[in-house]
Nanobody
Framework: QLQLVESGGGLVQPGGSLRLSCAASGFTFDNYAIGWFRQAPGKEREGVSCISSSGGSTNYAGSVKGRFTISRDNAKNTAYLTMNSLKPEDTAIYYC???????????????WGQGTQVTVSS
């Protein structure tokens, strides 16, 4: 069974930083692209960032470009989302998801983690 577990969320002040982790098991991690998504209360899920299986290709939502960095360590079966210059509007539950090789829309990701809460507030 494919399993993803997010961690690293918490409460941070505006302008602060946080690093989320996505630990994978049950599949060949380096064959899968990893996406990060988020959902704020009362809002639809939105894509945040994605990294291809090799790490050679990445993408970011316009709202986070320049502030967030996606990365992965295939030797550790773990992907990361490093978030800098956090804003209150970044507050959401953050999810990671896996899809074979290439990034795509959220509907094409078949395996999802349980989510980790990120709250940006003073």
């Amino acid at each position: 069974q494919l399993q993803l577990v997010e961690s690293g969320g918490g409460l941070v002040q505006p302008g602060g930083s946080l690093r989320l982790s996505c630990a994978a098991s049950g599949f060949t991690f380096d064959n899968y692209a990893i996406g990060w998504f988020r959902q704020a209360p009362g809002k639809e899920r939105e894509g945040v960032s994605c990294i291809s299986s090799s790490g050679g290709s990445t993408n970011y939502a316009g709202s986070v470009k320049g502030r967030f960095t996606i990365s992965r360590d295939n030797a550790k079966n773990t992907a990361y989302l490093t978030m800098n210059s956090l804003k209150p509007e970044d507050t959401a539950i953050y999810y990671c998801a896996a899809r074979y090789v290439m990034c795509a829309d959220a509907s094409d990701f078949g395996s999802w983690g349980q989510g980790t809460q990120v709250t940006v507030s003073s």
